[in-house]
């Protein structure tokens, strides 16, 4: 393991933090030595291949996992891009005595470390892989090599956090069908689905079966269809019109800290949602609210542009959390978080304040 100095960052850290980066990294450095169990084990065809390059970047996997969480000291949200800008501005790359590809590379995977796990709840878009493409094919001459290490270490990170063998076989089978369906599908193609994965993903479908593939999509699309009675209720065929179109709209949209609480929108009780049954789903209509506002505000602003959409205040405790499970269905009270959210123009960012429940 890599023994991480933060003097040479410039970066003043309070020693919970430092703490808690060194104790998670120790964890990752430990799965590492277990991982090749979980290829083995998975569902891929392209065992041989993730073997060999696991074996390979042994060593460009220990420096990742120094460094990628370097960013949490200034600021949580998308800390992979702030643990970039800290590697950027201190080359601190160079006391490994790499060549500039390899530094690229592993700068490239801390700066992106987060999209697998939040594409894979359905929290961020497929259409952030192309902008990430577009980075990686002007800066590194093996793109491949980005997207392959970049499943291996993500199934790593989260790893270390859920020590649970069947829980990353399961992730190491979704992040790895995430990328291939991404290389193998045009990117119309691959965001015309994406709409019906991620509002899957925010029913907790991912715990109990692997990547959606379209067959099973059609299967959700038609059930929930048939399940799902709001106030938008125009017949069977209008209400599954009126849905898709809604999350269609996000193809621009990454939402941040949300999938608990877009989870929740869509069952009667946490106990239920706890369940991951079927037969409990229950949309609510403040799940089409939060919906609505978003793609409303974003198409005033900027509907060319990716946005990230923060929501904040009710994971603070287990009783906030269950007070604003049971309030975001109160419309008034809602009304309140949407008409005082907070809009930055120049990030692109939207946060809702749930604590205002």
Known sequence: MIALDWKPLGINVDNQLQNEINVHNGAIMEKTDHFEDIVISSSTDNKEKYLKLFNEQRGTLAIITAYHDIGKAREKLNHGEHSYDIIQETDILAEHHIDEEHKTLIKSIIRHHLVLGTMFTGEWSAKKLYVINKQIDSSLSNPDLFFDLLVIFSVLDAWAYVDDKKNAIRLFNNYDRIIRRFKQDRIENHIKRNHIWRFCCFLGAWKSVNYLDEKIMRQYEERLGMKIKTRYD??????????????????????????????NCCFASRSKCDRNNFDDIQIDDSLFCLIEDVVATVNTLSSRHMWEVLFTGYRESTEKAEYVFQNVKNSEKLDKVIKEKIVDQQKRQITYRFDLL
Request: with cysteine.
């Open 234 to 263: 125009c017949g069977e065929k209008g209400v599954r019109e009126e849905i898709w179109q809604r999350f269609m709209a996000l193809e621009n949209v990454n939402f941040q800290y949300a999938i608990w609480l877009l989870g």
